[in-house]
Nanobody, 118 residues
Framework: VQLQASGGGLVQPGDSLRLSCTASGRALSTYDMDWFRQAPGKEREFVASISWSGGNTYYADSVKGRFTTSRDNAKNTVYLQMNSLKPEDTAVYSC????????????WGQGTLVTVSS
């Protein structure tokens, strides 16, 4: 299975971006999916999570109310809608698939860079 995050870019503070995480080789519908980010010189941090059905979502306090994660299992894709972006949101964003039974991360995706700067 390969996960690939896409949709990053350079935006100004206050702008929006939508990231996608697409899988090839296996259906994502049986996995809970998480978004992470890693800013330059910092440790990777959890951003958001969505359950396998899309019925439950969780967010880091730093993005709550600004970011929304969703999924389309028919398209094997998970999304992260990011609104009201701030310079401190600048990071490489990546996605990961988590097994429902164990909670272990089984697949990690290549990240996409989001730069928020005026």
């Amino acid at each position: 299975v390969q996960l690939q995050a896409s949709g990053g870019g350079l935006v100004q503070p206050g702008d929006s971006l939508r990231l996608s995480c697409t899988a090839s080789g296996r259906a994502l519908s049986t996995y809970d999916m998480d978004w992470f980010r890693q800013a330059p010189g910092k440790e990777r941090e959890f951003v958001a999570s969505i359950s396998w059905s899309g019925g439950n979502t969780y967010y880091a306090d730093s993005v709550k109310g600004r970011f929304t994660t969703s999924r389309d299992n028919a398209k094997n894709t998970v999304y992260l809608q990011m609104n009201s972006l701030k310079p401190e949101d600048t990071a490489v964003y990546s996605c990961a698939a988590r097994a429902r039974s164990s909670g272990d991360y089984v697949y990690w995706g290549q990240g996409t860079l989001v730069t928020v700067s005026s």
